[in-house]
């Protein structure tokens, strides 16, 4: 019991420590937490002033929302009880801390005894410094802003077959729709703060819903007009998907609306133009498109006839490349994989991109307007003209699919010229792929911006504004490393790269700010409700405020830090690592069992490192062979003989199972997880590097092991240093060497090798860097670990002193004056070697030299040379305590204690003994589910933020000029759109909610709306995006372009050709208007008809006194302006209003 109250006052002292305690994170005043504020001003008033430390239950009732302890901030001065689900949430807040310390208190009590039982320890020099800084960990990362962990990083062995590829989110912002390898799946952002469901990596993500299984999605399109959503697949089909609604009960899992082959090969990119076709880019320069008549068609189908709806689309498709080539157009875009497409909407052009090259059509005509390269540089179109007026004819009006044509329709000329074209195209397309793998600049990202600009990124990291016509305007460079995506919103752009970096630039390229997002490349981002979501490539999403860096930031950590006990959760488990040179040997059964058998029955993880399992000198240049060659890294059979037989003694399959190996000639790594806890173990990496012969050679080096256990990393390094008693600095800088080069990849020998990792160009460029001085951001992989094994043949000897009287001490036990002779920790106490890192006081005699097969103390090498015997064999670590002090929190998540440090001495099988050590950890980590409700909590009830929040929602005051347009032929009306807000810019967007049909010139019922909002062909606006500024109008063209002339096309060639009829058509378009960092939006609308004479002229509308003026003669008077939501609310209102 005196025990438990012992432990009781340590647990309460470390929780009450004061805030500059390294022990608890207590927000603002915490030392290692920066501020993203410019000013470093205060933007808060909760933080105590006095010198008095916060006691635990003051910090966890502590908050700037919060009047007393059952206040929720929601009101003005608080409840004092009768607030039942205040008093509920502040009762749900106390239970968890009190489970957290009753946790605590029995992982204390529990494992009282081990306290007992752990071993002292040397620490050696020069650790926590440079390249052997420790790993930042916090409850909320100082060196970022906070995010919501939408997807918490999910295990790799659990995403193999549906990696998250593609992410886009709903313009409403009401969903967010991800593309995988096995189909695609949507969140309804309404629960975004929600806990997770089902099991496993489920159980701690938002709740979503998943698709039936597909091909690998490779790109999404919203069509935000139709409520559906457009995926693209490596298979070549194009599914269309119906959103989500609330009201619904979605399939378990849901199926596709329609779907077609839109190419033989993969579908790599899609867009809607702003007519609402749908684009289609494919490999080799293929693009199709596929008009919205034919897509409507085939939605509206009735069930019994859904059959048919394929068929509809795939024949109504148009082959741009085959125009191009059948018009004699030569060109790069011909040859290059058409990896990324948008849609320009304002300029009604579509942008296609291939690795080095753009391409600008007429979204109207589809034409192609101009092929530029990287730098800008336009290319002329070649124009072979062959064809007589005739036979253009025959060819434009065929009545007859293309598959039937006779031969007689194409000359002869014609025919060659298309053979020599097409033999051109495959040249062209090989050396583009040739410059693909080549050319570092090449194009990784393509979006548009609200202004109307267009911006691309490149690999090398390079940043590119374009205007709407193609011409180069600016570049930028901030990082070195490649950009793999882009985001833009409001007047921001949201820069994502490979290393996982986040940055945010203005709309003129200028730095806002930059952190690390992730710890892998940032593969995608969308827009969600006040968040922008990134994709990284291990499958996790985070949320980011739209605002960040900013304000709203420092509030944020403080109170998510200051309540960390409510979210954090405590792991205690045991590591066996066990190093032996086996000198080219096997062991016996009975020898395995006394090494390993006893040993690991308690232990929950088992690293086992061996060195010499194969040794000679052919073996070992054709273990160099394969190294450089990467192939055949999986071992010999010797090795596979010891994971084997070492499996069996670990009673792999029922107790244990094997996660991971590594070999390097003689030098092999494997770790075992038991069964209970491998759900929790994932993310296995290995890593291999060789230091003997001028580092090319494998008879030294090191074999690691990377995993994430409980969300934690730990490494485990299996060593052989140089050997001779005189060789100290060579094994110092084996060890230097290991440490800064080692860079981990994915174990080939495992089912999950073909799975998505960490990238292997940012490996090979840490290695580089490496070899000489480390830049601060390029630190080595193992300093991001939250624990590091090392274990192995160090091959330390001991110093002055000879083998007798070596023998004589260690016949005496007399070990202590030995290990002053020991060169590993004189080296390490001096800090050249294992800077920082912890070994367990030895109490086993040396480990080598012995004779095989001869037990006891006297197996001590009598032979000619008669080694001095010497520790050879160590296992060393390093956790997450700065220093010995430190106790489990998020802050330093990962303690250890050695229970157990000995030498096989009775296994004679080697001229080595075994060494085992047996660690008993504590590992603190986040509960995501109650850490993201937590953060929901706070957004909500937080007086502070939900101040910052209804400030940023502010749409600035704007008004239109008219609610009604009629249209003549060729009229022209300007519409005006004024920003009466004196100081905040206003982003307007106009899109198309539907065309109808006026009847008995009477205002249409009934509006259909074409793909993405998409115009119809006969009406445009210019421009139909911008940024108003304050005080500012802005004149909106609005006009008819003329009787417009529609193909239908069947497999490709155009069939039927007619005018269409626009009489009598009435347009609904609507004016977006938002802030300039606001994801809220306010609405007008306005009616567009066009007539055909001055007596069709006429709409409803509201009387006007008879002296009121117009704007324009074919502008009518403006109707009062009404505040609308995204929602069709006005159009009762519309409905009612009479002629004049």
């Known amino acids: 019991m005196a025990a438990r109250d012992h432990a009781v006052d340590d647990l309460f002292s470390s929780l009450n420590s004061s805030p500059a305690s390294p022990q608890v994170n207590s927000g603002r005043n915490s030392p290692n937490l920066i501020s993203f504020d410019d000013d470093g001003e205060e933007d808060f008033d909760n933080i105590s002033t006095t010198s008095k430390p916060l006691m635990v239950f003051d910090r966890f009732y502590d908050s700037s929302s919060e009047d007393g302890m059952y206040s929720t901030g929601s009101g003005g001065g608080g409840s004092t009880g009768g607030d039942y689900s205040s008093v509920q949430a502040a009762g749900n807040r106390l239970d968890y801390m009190m489970q957290y310390l009753d946790r605590k208190l029995l992982t204390v009590e529990g494992k009282d005894n081990e306290v007992k039982q752990a071993l002292p320890e040397f620490i050696g020099s020069g650790g926590g410094r440079g390249v052997f800084k420790l790993p930042v960990r916090a409850a909320v990362h100082p060196g970022r802003p906070p995010s919501l962990e939408f997807r918490p990083h999910p295990l790799r062995e659990t995403q193999i077959g549906c990696f998250l590829r593609i992410l886009e989110g709903t313009g409403d912002g009401r969903q967010l729709w991800a593309g995988s390898e096995c189909g695609v799946r949507v969140w309804d952002m309404k629960n975004m703060y929600a806990a997770g469901m089902g099991e496993g990596e489920d159980e701690v993500e938002v709740p979503f819903h998943e698709s039936v299984r597909t091909s690998p999605t490779l790109c999404l399109v919203v069509d935000d007009g139709n409520k559906v959503v457009w995926s693209g697949h490596k298979d070549g089909k194009i599914i269309c998907w119906k959103m989500i609604q609330s009201s619904d009960e979605p399939e378990v899992p849901f199926r596709e609306r329609l779907s ?36 409507e068609k085939a939605l509206l189908l009735i069930t019994e006839e859904r059959h048919m709806a394929a068929l509809v689309v795939e024949r109504s498709y148009i082959d741009l490349k085959n125009q191009l080539i059948t018009n004699g157009i030569s060109c790069s875009i011909l040859a290059a994989d058409v990896k990324y497409m948008l849609s320009d909407h304002s300029g009604g052009k579509v942008w296609s991109a291939g690795p080095l090259s753009s391409a600008l059509w007429d979204a109207y005509t589809r034409e192609l307007l101009k092929v530029f390269n990287i730098d800008g540089l336009a290319e002329n179109l070649t124009v072979i003209q062959d064809l007589t007026a005739e036979e253009e004819a025959k060819m434009k009006f065929a009545s007859y699919p293309k598959k039937e044509k006779t031969q007689s329709s194409i000359s002869f000329f014609q025919r060659s010229r298309n053979a020599i074209m097409g033999a051109a195209d495959a040249v062209l397309r090989v050396a583009a792929k040739g410059a693909f793998g080549e050319d570092s600049r090449r194009i990784e990202a393509l979006i548009i911006t609200n202004d109307g600009t267009i911006w691309t990124a490149s690999s090398n990291g390079l940043i590119v504004k374009w205007d709407a016509n193609g011409n180069r305007l600016q570049e930028f460079q901030y990082h070195s490393h490649a ?81 960390e006990l409510q979210y954090t959760k405590l792991e205690n488990f045991k590591i066996l690592a066990s190093t032996w040179n086996v000198a080219q040997g096997r062991a016996t059964q009975d020898s395995l069992i006394s090494w390993l058998g006893s040993a690991a029955k308690d232990v929950d993880i088992v690293a086992v490192g061996l060195q010499e399992v194969e040794m000679g000198a052919g073996f ?35 107790s244990f199972r094997r996660v991971g190996s590594r070999q390097l000639a003689g030098m092999l790594i494997v770790v075992w997880v038991r069964n209970s806890i491998r759900g929790d173990v994932g993310d296995i990496d290995v890593a291999a590097v060789p230091c003997g012969f001028g580092n090319a050679i494998g008879n030294k080096g090191a074999v690691g092991l990377r995993m994430r256990v409980y969300g934690r990393t730990m490494c485990f390094v299996n060593c052989h240093f140089a050997a001779h008693l005189e060789a100290v600095n060579r094994r110092n800088a084996d060890f230097d060497h290991v440490y800064k080069t080692m860079a981990f990849s994915r174990p080939s020998n495992l089912p999950n090798a073909a799975a998505a990792g960490v990238s292997s160009a940012i490996q090979m460029a840490r290695v580089a860097n490496a070899m000489g001085a480390l830049s601060v951001d390029e630190l080595p992989e193992m300093s991001e670990a939250d624990m590091v094994v090392f274990l192995g043949d160090f091959n330390y000897r001991l110093d002055d002193i000879s083998y007798d009287e070596a023998r004589d001490f260690i016949s005496q036990r007399s070990f202590d004056w030995l290990k002053e002779k020991d060169q590993l920790h004189i080296e390490m106490k001096a800090g050249s070697v294992f800077q920082g890192m912890r070994e367990a006081v030895i109490t086993f005699p040396p480990t080598y030299k012995f004779e095989r097969h001869q037990a006891g ?65 504590e590992l603190a980590r986040v509960d995501e589910p109650k850490r993201r409700e937590l953060f929901g909590e706070i957004i909500k009830s937080n007086k502070k933020i939900r101040h910052i929040l ?20 060729t009229d022209k009306s300007i519409l005006r759109i004024t920003n009466k807000c004196g100081e905040d810019k206003a982003l307007f967007r106009v899109i198309c909610e539907g065309q109808g049909t006026i009847k008995d010139g009477k205002q249409a019922s009934v509006h259909h709306p074409r793909g993405s909002f998409g115009f119809p062909r006969w009406l445009e606006v210019k421009p139909k995006v911008g940024v108003i500024e304050p005080n500012h109008i802005v004149e909106m063209s609005v006009y008819h372009q003329g009787f417009d002339t529609l193909e239908e096309y069947v497999d490709g060639v155009p069939q039927n050709c007619w005018c269409e009829d626009v009489r009598d058509k009435e347009v609904l378009l609507v004016i977006e208007v938002r802030g300039s960092c606001s994801a809220e939006r306010k609405c007008h609308r306005v009616r567009v008809r066009h007539t055909k004479s001055l007596s069709d002229r006429s709409m409803p509308m509201e009387q006007k006194p008879d002296n009121s003026t117009r704007l324009q003669a074919n502008v009518l008077h403006r109707s009062d302006i009404k505040w609308l939501t995204g929602s069709r609310d006005v159009v009762d209102h519309l409905r009612d209003l009479h002629t004049p």
């Open 950 to 969: 209804e400030e940023q929602c502010k749409v600035p005051e704007t008004i239109l000029s008219t609610n009604n347009i009629i249209l003549q032929d």
């Open 857 to 921: 103390l006297a197996g001590y090498d009598s032979g000619e040379k008669k080694r001095i015997p010497a520790w050879c064999d160590r296992v060393l670590y390093r956790d997450s305590r700065p220093d010995s002090s430190y106790t489990c929190n998020l802050n330093c998540p990962v303690v250890c204690s050695v229970l157990q440090y000995e030498a096989c001495m009775d296994v004679t099988d080697s001229d080595h003994k075994p060494v085992r050590c047996i660690f008993g950890v």
């Open 483 to 563: 950009v793999h995506c882009l985001c833009a919103f409001g007047l921001r752009i949201w820069v994502g790269y490979a290393s996982g970096t986040l940055h945010v630039l203005d709309l003129d390229g200028n730095l806002l700010g930059e952190w690390v997002a992730h710890c892998s490349p940032i593969i995608d981002m969308a827009v969600g409700p006040g968040y922008i979501f990134t994709l990284a490539n291990d499958g996790g999403i985070r949320g980011w405020s739209i605002s960040s860096p900013g304000s709203l930031d420092s509030i944020l950590r403080s109170e998510i830090s200051g309540k």
């Open 260 to 295: 077609w082959q839109a190419h033989r090969g993969p579908v790599l990119s899609m867009a809607m133009s702003s007519y609402g076709d749908l684009w289609s880019g494919s490999e080799g320069g293929a693009i199709i498109v596929w008009p919205w008549e034919a897509i």
């Open 620 to 654: 070992l240049a054709m273990s160099a062979a394969r190294e450089t060659m990467q192939v055949g890294l999986e071992g010999s059979s010797a090795g596979q003989w010891w994971r084997d037989m070492i499996g069996k003694t670990l009673d792999e399959g029922s």
